[in-house]
């Protein structure tokens, strides 16, 4: 502000691209904050729970894209997400299973290698469904595993990635909320595999 007559519209214009990506970064931030919020409401107040979990969803290889076209993914890499999951309808609000699915989604693209594939895949069983996100990525150790929760953040000194390491916390509470499971597998250096199960829907 001090310098801006001094300024020439290619420094104008650069700097304006940083106060807009700042911006990006924090409201995404904000917006992370306020899910694990109104996550936490609902797991503390029984009634409210209840209400919440009375839900199903669709989920398809087109509710996966759309969730993908919507988002604010690198672009570069949405050609190496390969989406293959059988329809069917399962017991999970349809709003959270799309937060859910992005955490997850964005979390392989930000950690894999440029070039390498993502796949997001989903199988129906007699009573459950699963769906396994697979990346080939830096991977977590097995500490790494055990300290998911909110506001852990792993090597950010190393990686310098941007967030609050909320986005896993919020994944779990999802999980939680709707009386699914999660299993985490992952190797440092070979990547991860999150198996999400949930129970299908009138069965």
Do not use: C
């Not at 931030?29 to 209400?51: G, W």
């Not at 979390?107 to 199988?123: D, T």
């Not at 792993?154 to 009386?179: C, H, P």
């Amino acid at each position: 502000m001090n310098e801006a007559q001094y300024l020439n519209s290619e420094e104008v214009k650069e700097m304006a691209g940083f106060i807009n990506e700042s911006a990006l970064r924090l409201k995404k931030t904000i917006e992370k904050y306020l899910n694990y919020s109104k996550l936490q409401v609902f797991l503390n107040d029984p009634h409210e729970r209840k209400l919440v979990s009375r839900s199903e969803a669709m989920i398809s290889n087109s509710f996966v894209n759309t969730i993908l076209s919507k988002e604010k993914f690198d672009k570069r890499r949405l050609k190496e997400v390969a989406v293959d999951l059988e329809e069917s309808f399962i017991k999970i609000n349809d709003d959270y299973l799309a937060l859910l699915l992005s955490e997850l989604i964005d979390n392989a693209i930000k950690f894999s290698r440029p070039n390498s594939r993502i796949l997001v895949r989903g199988k129906k069983g007699v009573k459950n469904y699963w769906i396994t996100i697979y990346d080939r990525g830096r991977g977590m150790s097995s500490k790494q595993l055990n300290e998911i929760g909110a506001f852990v953040q792993f090597n950010r000194e190393m990686f310098e990635q941007q967030g609050s390491g909320l986005g896993l916390a919020i994944v779990t509470n999802i999980v939680t909320l709707f009386d699914g499971s999660i299993k985490f597998t992952s190797e440092l250096g070979l990547g991860t595999t999150v198996t999400l199960e949930f129970d299908l829907s009138g069965v």
